[in-house]
T-cell receptor, first 109, second 112 residues
Framework: KQEVTQIPAALSVPEGENLVLNCSFT??????LQWFRQDPGKGLTSLLL?????REQTSGRLNASLDKSSGRSTLYIAASQPGDSATYLC????????FGSGTKLNVKP | EAGVAQSPRYKIIEKRQSVAFWCNPI?????LYWYQQILGQGPKLLIQ????????DSQLPKDRFSAERLKGVDSTLKIQPAKLEDSAVYLC??????????FGQGTRLTVV
């Protein structure tokens, strides 16, 4: 059974810092990995999709990498802003999507 | 392109009552998922449909939860009777061939 773990569970940083969120999974037989953002009381917004043949994806200040052999992905956020405060979830897909518990990020002005 | 639509957004019911949630996926997406997200946890898959057939319902508490996807488009998830521990956000998602998942805004259920 696929297990997805996200570290740290919570993170508080001052505005402007670069930061890294980690996601690990136990079964490397995955199709894709997706990073989501969830604001309080809202649904999930897709940030980045890394397909199994890719090693990384970039969108603006966000960069996500994938190492299937080691079962790891990282989400790098450059020059963090208070508007980045949210919970970040990673999900691996293999016919269905398996989620970690998320990292709750707070960026202080 | 319209996203995944869910209703209602919020629902408060007493324990032992019944409740139903509705989801309309993105047009053309054959796969539809219902997830349950308890506060502070990641979403947990309840049921997965491919068109109007069930692919996986192994985590669905079938004594109280039921779901259907008539005509392979809209879906409803029902809870009867509800328990206090069913308080959660219920998320509907759809995808094209399980490549990328798109989620609705969710329904926040509070059972009192």
């Amino acid at each position: 059974k696929q297990e997805v773990t996200q570290i740290p569970a919570a993170l508080s940083v001052p505005e402007g810092e670069n930061l890294v969120l980690n996601c690990s999974f136990t079964d490397s037989a995955i199709y894709n990995l997706q990073w989501f953002r969830q604001d309080p009381g809202k649904g999930l917004t897709s940030l980045l999709l890394i397909q199994s043949s890719q090693r990384e994806q970039t969108s603006g200040r966000l960069n996500a990498s994938l190492d299937k052999s080691s079962g790891r992905s990282t989400l790098y956020i450059a020059a963090s802003q208070p508007g980045d405060s949210a919970t970040y979830l990673c999900a691996v897909s293999f016919n269905k999507f398996y989620f970690g518990s998320g990292t709750k990020l707070n960026v202080k002005p | 392109e319209a996203g995944v639509a869910q209703s209602p957004r919020y629902k408060i019911i007493e324990k032992r009552q019944s409740v139903a949630f509705w989801c309309n996926p993105i047009s053309g997406h054959a796969t539809l998922y219902w997830y349950q997200q308890i506060l502070g946890q990641g979403p947990k898959l309840l049921i997965q449909f491919q068109n109007n057939g069930v692919v996986d319902d192994s985590q669905l508490p079938k004594d109280r939860f039921s779901a259907e996807r008539l005509k392979g488009v809209d879906s409803t998830l029902k809870i009867q009777p509800a328990k206090l521990e069913d308080s959660a956000v219920y998320l509907c998602a759809s995808s094209l061939e399980s490549i990328e998942a798109f989620f609705g805004q969710g329904t926040r259920l509070t059972v009192v």
